[in-house]
């Protein structure tokens, strides 16, 4: 049982971490002129990260099964412990954030040469690949940080942000654990967690993406200090630490609106 958390936890820590550093892909676009290379590869680890999401259901699943069996198995604390993974590959995502900016830089310049995903990944995860990345790596200096202030920056864009951030971390959890709270209408309650992160993608797409996009394109044509937009990214990165946290708090609330609608329909 704990291997299964364990697993989860670091299967969580990972698709976070890498949703997060896709910011790092499109500045490292910006930086090298190549935009449209850029967002091509961050749509595609977008893709990747947010259906990886929705498959944890599965490994989910077996930790509900045990402890329909096991009443003395604390199913709510070890759900509190896979969220801080999510809290952990989100810190360590703003940890390297500036290394990753220069190694996707490398990587769009790859990328336009070889014409092919598959081509690239062969060709830059090697032992010898890997091991070039701590010769460049460099962790955020205190100057960084200390630019990170909200002006200029719609707080309401934060705020969604955030939110959204906590719906798309604790979706599928909630949906599960109220699966558990109510077995009579387990299986509806656990299939509501698709719908739930389907609803907050969007949320992500309509909201956030946009914006994004936007202030992107002004600092292609110069209208927008590179800085300003760098300073976007950190602080919507720490948006999304923030919605980590939050999703602490929604576990259980969470859970238990999933569990009443559910009640209600069938």
Partial sequence: MVGSVWLVFALTSIIHGVETLSYAVRLAGIRTGKLAVALSLTGIIVLISRTSNMLQGTLFGNLIDKAKHDPNIALGFQFHLILIGASVGTLVALLVFPTMVFVAARLIARLEVVGSLPVL??????????????????????????????????????????????????????????????????????????????????????????????????????????????????????????????????????????????????
């Fill in 121 to 266: 990944i062969r060709e830059s995860v090697t032992i010898d690949k890997l091991k070039s990345v701590k010769r460049v790596f460099r962790l955020p200096r205190l100057e960084m940080l200390s630019r990170l202030r909200v002006g200029g920056i719609p707080k309401r864009l934060l705020l969604m942000n955030t939110l959204v951030t906590g719906i798309y971390t604790v979706g599928v959890l909630s949906a599960l654990y109220a699966s558990y709270l109510v077995p009579e209408n387990a299986t509806s309650a656990a299939q509501s967690s698709g719908l739930i992160n389907g609803i907050a993608t969007i949320l992500l797409t309509i909201f956030i993406d946009p914006r994004v996009a936007l202030l992107s394109d002004k600092a292609m044509s110069g209208k927008v200090k590179q800085a300003e937009l760098h300073k976007m990214f950190g602080i919507l990165m720490l948006s999304r630490l923030a919605g980590t946290l939050l999703a602490q708090l929604l576990l259980l609330p969470g859970a238990k609106v999933i569990a009443f609608i559910c009640g209600l329909l069938f």
